[in-house]
């Protein structure tokens, strides 16, 4: 499975950016989905999460209510929606997919628990 993220940019505060991750390879084999994000000074973090039955959904309390998480199974695709920028929101974002867990209705928060991980797309916001 290889992932794919794009997406990210510039952007002001206050201001919106799509996240879309597509998947390829044996995609038809992964179940959950997530975004994860890094900054040089912090260690990667959880973002969202969602399930492949969709019906499970995390978020990190820092993007709830600004961030939303939404997949296209046939497109094998996942994307995060991005409203209400801050800088604190600044990070190199990656997309994540998992197979072990063998659930559609897992959403791993760990980053341990993820398969296969895209390069990453870069977010800069500023104030």
């Known amino acids: 499975v290889q992932l794919q993220a794009s997406g990210g940019g510039p952007v002001q505060t206050g201001g919106s950016l799509r996240l879309s991750c597509a998947a390829s390879g044996d995609a038809q084999s992964i179940f959950a989905m997530a975004w994860f994000r890094q900054t040089p000074e912090k260690e990667r973090e959880f973002v969202a999460g969602?399930?492949?039955?969709?019906?499970?959904?995390y978020y990190a309390d820092s993007v709830k209510g600004r961030f939303t998480i939404s997949r296209d199974n046939a497109k094998n695709m996942v994307y995060l929606r991005m409203n209400s920028l801050k800088p604190e929101d600044t990070a190199v974002y990656y997309c994540?997919?998992?197979?072990?867990?063998?659930?559609?209705?897992?959403?791993?928060?760990?980053?341990?628990?993820?398969?296969?991980w895209g390069r990453g797309t870069l977010v800069t916001v500023s104030s």
């Open positions: 994540a997919a998992e197979q072990r867990s063998n659930s559609v209705h897992a959403a791993p928060r760990v980053e341990y628990e993820y398969d296969y």
């Open positions: 969602k399930s492949w039955r969709g019906d499970t959904t």
